[in-house]
């Protein structure tokens, strides 16, 4: 084989190599994703190729492939050596590429969960900016409440104050000291004012409410005086309430003062009244008894010394005379009773409910002909007056038995039943009942509802009742019975 020849064959041989290239370039890039396959696929390229041209040399074709060969040489070269280049190419990139495809991988990774981020992100500066909406409108709620308070304050004349117990400080109202006609030059120092402004026997007996408060959770309630700098004195009523933790120990304590003596100076005007109203009424029942009792003696001395000689007409005449002239004088001394219920404080202490009925049925006539029973449920004891709770529940006693059904026994109830800080104490009869429309008005003075023939009696006992449970801080009123009879309640504090 010549020189010749040789050349023509690896002429050849670089066409067939070119050739393959090219038609592996036209591919899509997709194809070539494995390297490997690459590198074989080039191997096979040139081994084809080297063949084809062996087989030309050896047929003699050479002369026939010189001159084409001559022409295209410098071209097969550049070919072959690109394709050289891309294979070493492609293969020493192919880490690179993995390596940015992982990337790339982790870069949407990362992409994804930002997106995410930002989205919960935002989701929650939605529902900090409606909390923030909410606590704005709770807070303008809370200076509308305030400046409320404020304005009920100022206009009840309230004053304020509070008092840490743990570490003693306090802290008072302008209000505060305004009642008192002190400066507000130290909210802190209210206590120590309030001292100044009290008199020692008054402080006393608000140091004694208040350790009575703080040890026993009595309640704390006192009224008492204050001097003024003008020297005038004014009546304060206190109201307070300790905090305490788990085990009951008093941590702090708040509560409000106001200024009653408007209400003091009334309750003294009233109690002059009613003082010069119980001398009046002795007075006029002295005077209205004595004509009284001279009707009663001349009628009985007239229908004892003439009795035969007087018609049947005129001994009626006397008996009216005369039954007139008692129920007057029951009359004077129903109002005499209720001028006396008006006159002086009552003394109010815990009194035993049962005991006062005992003491009341010793003064009530009770029937020798009517089967009369009693029933008492437990009764607390209340907060009142002793004597006036016997009379309140004499009236009572004495009504059941009056208005008792014709028929039948006699049966009086004594209830009792809690409300709060009260106790509702009760007589319950199975007697004729009052109609609903007429229980308001039968504790009016002089209200009846029947004719004096049917029942006696000058309308005055209900009317005692409700006075007296006025003076004991109390109400009064009527309901029906299970019987179908009245079961008159009073209201009354419970005492300690």
């Known amino acids: 084989m010549s020189i010749a020849a040789l050349g023509a064959a690896a002429s050849l041989a670089a066409v067939a190599l070119a050739m393959m290239a090219l038609l592996g370039d036209a591919a899509p890039r997709a194809a070539d994703t494995d390297r490997r396959q690459l590198l074989a696929k080039g191997a096979l390229h040139f081994l084809l190729t080297a063949a084809a041209a062996a087989i030309v040399a050896l047929l003699g074709w050479a002369p026939l492939l010189q001159a084409t060969a001559a022409v295209l040489v410098g071209a097969l070269l550049v070919t072959a050596a690109d394709q ?16 940015l495809e992982a990337a790339n991988a982790l870069l949407q990774d990362e992409l994804t969960w930002r997106a995410a981020s930002e989205a919960d992100l935002a989701r929650k500066n939605d529902e900090v900016r409606r909390a923030n909406e909410t606590l704005k409108e709770a807070a303008a709620a809370l200076r509308a409440s305030e400046d409320r308070l404020a304005i009920a304050v100022e206009a009840g004349r309230i004053g304020l104050w509070d008092w840490n117990i743990v570490t003693g400080e306090t802290w008072c109202s302008p209000q ?108 006029a029942s002295h005077d ?17 010394d003439f009795g035969g000689a007087l018609t049947d007409a005129a001994r009626r005449d006397l008996d009216v005379i005369g039954a007139a002239a008692r129920r007057m004088e029951t009359l004077i001394g129903g109002f005499l009773a209720l001028a006396r219920i008006g006159a002086g404080a009552p003394a109010l202490a815990p009194i035993d409910p049962e005991a006062c009925i005992k003491a009341a049925l010793d003064q009530v006539l009770v029937p020798p002909d009517r089967a009369v029973r009693f029933a008492y449920e437990p009764l607390p004891p209340v907060l009142a007056d002793r004597d006036l709770l016997v009379q309140v529940f004499q009236n009572l006693i004495s009504n059941a038995l009056k208005f008792a059904r014709p028929a ?17 104490l009760g007589v319950a009869d199975n007697g004729i009942g009052v109609p609903p429309a007429h229980r308001a008005q039968i504790f009016e003075p002089l209200t009846r509802l029947h ?36 079961h008159v309640r009073m209201r009354l504090r419970r005492a300690a």
Not at 84 to 99: H, K
Not at 457 to 472: E, F, M, N, P
Request: aromatic content about 8%.
């Open 84 to 99: 050289l280049r891309r294979v070493v190419v492609e293969f020493a990139t192919a880490p690179a590429i993995g390596t």
């Open 176 to 283: 505060w000291f305004a009642m008192i006609g002190r400066p507000n030059d130290r909210a802190d120092r209210g206590f120590d004012t309030w001292r100044s402004a009290v008199p020692a026997a008054e402080a006393a007996r608000v140091r004694a409410a208040l350790k009575a408060h703080l040890e026993a959770d009595a309640k704390f309630n006192p009224v008492f005086r204050i001097t003024m700098p003008d020297g005038a004195e004014r009546w304060l009523e206190a109201t307070g309430k300790a905090h305490r933790d788990a085990a009951g120990v008093p941590l702090r304590m708040a509560g409000a003062v106001i200024d009653i003596t408007q209400t003091m100076m009334a309750k003294e005007e009233l109690r002059r009244s009613n003082e010069e109203l119980e001398q009046f009424a002795r007075a």
């Open 451 to 486: 004719s004096h023939e049917a029942y006696d009696g000058a309308g005055i006992g209900l009317a005692l009742c409700k006075k007296s449970l006025d003076r004991l801080g109390g109400v009064i009123w009527m309901e029906e019975s299970a019987s179908g009879g009245a």
């Open 288 to 304: 209205l008894r004595e004509p009284l009792r001279k009707i009663l003696f001349f009628s009985d001395f007239l229908a004892r």
């Open 408 to 424: 039948g026994g006699v049966e009086i109830a004594f209830t009792a039943a809690a409300a709060g800080e009260d106790t509702i």
